[in-house]
């Protein structure tokens, strides 16, 4: 046969577009013997040919597969890896760490009580007034700024308002 022919029909076996007589060709081609860059796929068609005679028994399946089964069994002592002393260790170490991380998130939620830094009431109501004092003043600059703010917007809406009623009277 023309190697040619050959490589054309491997091109639509491999695209899975061969007829069953063409596949015969194939077959009977890789039988005999085959030039060096095409041994590959020499190898792959006659594991197909093997495989094809081979038989299965009906009758004898399950013991054969039982005394495969059987055979593949490991011999020897059984060794169980995980004892009870384990489960135990790994059960007192999931306890042990859940109780830590509740213990986080509890101190977390309930902060311990801050205690008073002033004996004198007097002494504590003059700090409490220095720092609202000192709040108000951030407040007092900040509504300056915000004021500041406010007359841009209110400029940038009448350049808009404007334009807007320019574009109104060409149109």
């Known amino acids: ?4 022919h050959i490589e054309s029909l491997l091109e639509k076996y491999w695209n899975c577009e061969t007829t069953l007589e063409e596949e015969q060709q194939l ?19 006659r594991y197909f040919n093997a495989q094809q005679k081979q038989q299965l028994s009906i009758h004898n399946f399950d013991s054969s597969i039982t005394k495969k089964i059987q055979q593949d069994k490991p011999k020897g002592k ?42 004198d009431p007097k002494l504590a109501l003059e ?20 004021s500041k703010i406010k007359v841009f917007n209110e400029a940038e809406e009448k350049i808009q308002g404007k334009s807007l009623e320019e574009v109104e009277t060409k149109i």
Do not use: C, H, W
């Not at 085959?34 to 796929?41: F, I, N, R, W």
């Not at 109780?99 to 002033?118: C, G, H, Q, S, W």
């Open 1 to 4: 046969m023309d190697s040619k």
């Open 27 to 45: 077959r009977e081609f890789f039988k005999s013997e085959v030039p060096e860059s095409m041994k590959d796929v020499a190898e792959v068609f």
């Open 78 to 119: 059984v060794v169980q890896l995980v004892t009870n002393y384990s489960r135990i260790a790994a059960g007192l170490l999931v306890v042990v760490a859940a109780t830590y991380f509740v213990r986080l998130e509890v101190r977390k939620a309930y902060p311990p009580e801050i205690a008073d830094t002033y004996s």
């Open 127 to 146: 700090e409490t007034k220095k720092a609202l004092l000192m709040i108000s003043n951030g407040f007092n600059r900040a509504q300056k700024e915000a």
